[in-house]
């Protein structure tokens, strides 16, 4: 069997491939990689550092926007709820005036329900 210069690398086993293209596992000698970063640039960092100030800029102003839509309803909502107010101030004050006149209405009623009695006994 004759065996090629060329091997595909899979993560646990090498293939030698022969010339019938008959592949047969090995075990694999190459321990783990760890993958290492280049040294950055002061430059890089920088353009890094301004790219995620950009981002943060623009998560704040749609925060910034979306309080400010939640402002407005809550506007809305609370002016809904002053023309409420008023309106059962009104309807109370009405309710007040209506048991007034019927209060003085009752009373006068009562004197002369009193003064017939009166008439009727004497």
């Known amino acids: 069997m ?28 190459l321990p783990s990689a760890e993958i290492l970063a280049f040294p950055e ?25 979306g309080l400010r839509r939640e402002v407005g309803a809550l506007s809305g909502a609370v002016d809904g709820l002053d023309g409420s107010l008023q309106a059962y101030a009104a309807g109370l004050q009405d309710t007040q005036t209506a048991l007034a006149t019927a209060g003085t209405q ?16 004497g």
């Open 106 to 121: 009752a009373s006068e009623l009562a004197a002369t329900a009193e003064a017939m009695l009166a008439c009727a006994a």
């Open 2 to 29: 004759n065996e090629s210069l060329t091997f595909d690398i899979f993560p646990e086993t090498i293939y030698f491939l022969d010339v019938a293209d008959k592949a047969r596992p090995m075990p694999s000698p």
């Open 41 to 65: 640039k002061p430059e890089d960092r920088l353009r890094r550092a301004l790219r995620a100030l950009d981002e943060a800029l623009r998560g704040q102003a749609e925060a910034v926007a």
